[in-house]
């Protein structure tokens, strides 16, 4: 007894101790041998200042140096030669700055500067790139844009005429047009010619006016066959199917009245009645005609959606 009351005591007295906090104090300090020598500071030796820091012109009117470039196209071949570019021009200025200076040249949107087959990018600097004094850079078009510059410039007395409205055609073109639909080369050319294929167009049901007039409509005789349902002389009555007493009970509107009362006493609120009340009509829909179902709901007053 005495050996387990000891061993109960200390097991007591260690669950005590492991929940009280231990606080280890503030006071440690790293061994001489561990810490860093201290360098002494020489104050008699002078320090250098710190060189001036240069600052390159750019400001507009200043002696900024200026280079030039060809821009050179391959297909077309055509070059053209700027000249008075900063390094601190962007690409974009550059286009927009060829586009001004030569009337032949495409519209910034639709360059495309490579140099050595690399893009130029419209945002960086032209000093970002390895570009000097008199060096070449290409010209490309983007896809879809159609570049000539050998075709005469558009003048105040020549008018445009736009793809919105379209020039009228010759005679020529008419009868050439007329030749190709019955087989033979537009206006006597024998070259090859894109040309648009008339379409033909087959109606679903194709008549001649001719036997339209000749032969006259005859009416077609349809005959009711009334033998199953028992209307007309002679005919014996079938009785009509007797319906089941389930559907008898689903169709009557007495039944959904009382099934509506019974819903609004069990709920509190109208909201859930009339939802409960949806929810039995929906699963009876499978049993129920349209009209049955129009006769409910003018009884018992539920008017669902699309009235139905």
């Known amino acids: 007894m005495a050996d387990q009351a000891e061993h109960a005591f200390i097991k007591t007295f260690i669950n005590t101790i492991s929940t009280q906090p231990a606080t280890y104090g503030d006071d440690y300090q ?4 561990n810490s860093l020598r201290k360098v002494p500071v020489l104050r008699e030796v002078a320090v250098p200042e710190p060189p001036a820091r240069k600052v390159e012109e750019t400001a507009p009117g200043s002696s900024s140096v200026t280079i030039n470039l060809l821009i ?15 390094p601190t021009d962007t690409i974009a200025a550059i286009k927009q700055h060829l586009s001004s200076t030569n009337p032949t040249a495409p519209t910034p ?3 495309r500067l490579l140099l050595k087959g690399k893009a130029l990018a419209d945002t960086k600097l032209l000093k970002e790139y390895p570009v000097k004094d008199g060096d070449t850079i290409n010209l490309m078009v983007k896809p879809g844009v159609d570049w000539n510059p050998s075709a005469p410039i558009p003048t105040a007395e020549s008018p445009v005429v736009s793809l919105s409205s ?29 040309q648009r294929i008339p379409s033909v167009v087959l ?9 339209v007039d000749t032969h006259t409509k005859k009416d077609i005789l349809l005959t009711l066959d009334t033998s199953d349902l028992g209307i007309g002389s002679g005919s014996t009555s079938v009785p009509k199917e007797t319906l089941g007493t389930y559907h008898l009970t689903i169709s009557s509107p007495e039944f959904w ?46 008017v669902g959606m699309a009235g139905t």
Do not use: W
Not at 30 to 33: I, R, S
């Open 30 to 33: 790293q061994p001489p041998e």
């Open 72 to 86: 050179k196209s391959t297909k077309p071949p055509i070059t053209y030669t700027l000249s008075g570019i900063h």
């Open 109 to 111: 949107d639709a360059q």
């Open 166 to 194: 379209p020039a009228p055609k010759k005679a020529a073109e008419m009868t050439g047009s007329s030749s190709l639909l019955q087989g033979g080369p537009p206006g006597g050319h024998t070259g090859k010619r894109h």
């Open 203 to 211: 109606s679903p049901s194709p008549s001649n006016d001719d036997d």
């Open 257 to 302: 009245e009382k099934l509506t009362q019974f819903l609004r006493m069990e709920f509190t609120n109208e909201s859930d009645a009339l939802t409960a009340f949806e929810d039995f009509l929906a699963a009876s829909k499978g049993s129920l005609t349209a009209s049955d179902i129009a006769r409910i709901r003018d009884h018992v007053g539920v």
